[in-house]
């Protein structure tokens, strides 16, 4: 899983509490991503970063916020306005700078987040 | 709008056969085609890209890729199977056109590859 590291590897959350998920990378990149994953469905993006303080919704953003006050650092909070948060959940980095676009992805070994 | 399908759910070969996993994609602008591999419980792993140049992309693990134009597919294969390629691939792509959403990339719904001895 490269040089991203996420925790924790599991997490159960009450209703109505809300949960950061933590995301962090040693490769130097500049571009972070967090994913949810859903079984047969594939991986959904819900932020992304491309430079520190400065982040851009995904597809699926709504109960969900990011900070990037630093470059190693992208964690994610599952609010309790995300009805169904029970998935896998995915961060990644790339290199990519803003005219870039061709840089594989490197991924963290994920975080399941259950809802009790 | 940018999208990918991965026809197959499963696929399922015996071990020492060839394998293929289908991708097919639409983007604006040539397209940055990818595989990734997902084994239980983890992140993905990069398996390949295709950028420009040769259709024939040779990645990690044996497996190659055929990048066809006209048929918008980049195909995932191995000449022969290991029990041990057992997992859920995944293609994305991301079109290269500056003017959309430049760091997304899309991702297909997955196929599970089985492999038996």
């Known amino acids: 899983d490269g040089g991203i590291t996420q925790s924790p590897k599991y997490l159960f959350r009450k209703e109505g509490q809300n949960v950061t998920l933590s995301c962090e990378q040693n490769?130097?990149?500049?571009?972070m991503y967090w994913y949810r994953q859903d079984p047969g469905q594939g991986l959904r993006l819900i932020y992304y970063?491309?430079?520190?303080?400065?982040?851009q919704k995904g597809d699926i953003a709504e109960g969900y916020s990011v900070s990037r006050e630093k470059k190693e650092s992208f964690p994610l909070t599952v609010t309790s306005a995300q009805k169904n948060p029970t998935a896998f959940y995915l961060c990644?980095?790339?290199?990519?700078?803003?005219?870039?676009?061709?840089?594989?992805?490197?991924f963290g070994p994920g975080t399941r987040l259950t809802v009790l | 709008a940018q999208s990918v399908a991965q026809p197959e759910d499963q696929v399922n070969v015996a071990e020492g056969n060839p394998l293929t996993v289908k991708c097919t994609y639409s983007?604006?602008?040539?397209?940055?085609l990818f595989w990734y591999v997902q084994y239980p419980n983890r992140g993905l792993q990069f398996l390949l890209k295709y950028i420009t140049g040769d259709n024939l992309v040779k990645g990690s693990y044996g497996f190659e890729a055929e990048f066809n134009k006209s048929q918008t597919s980049f195909h995932l294969k191995k000449p022969s199977a290991l029990v041990s390629d057992s997992a859920l691939y995944f293609c994305?792509?991301?079109?290269?056109?500056?003017?959309?959403?430049?760091?997304?990339?899309?991702f297909g719904s997955g196929t599970r590859l089985s492999i038996r001895p």
């Open positions: 990644a980095s790339s290199i990519d700078s803003l005219a870039g676009g061709d840089n594989e992805q490197f």
């Open positions: 983007v604006s602008g040539n397209p940055y």
């Open positions: 490769l130097n990149h500049d571009a």
């Open positions: 994305a792509v991301r079109g290269t056109d500056l003017y959309s959403s430049a760091s997304k990339i899309i």
């Open positions: 970063s491309q430079i520190v303080n400065d982040f």
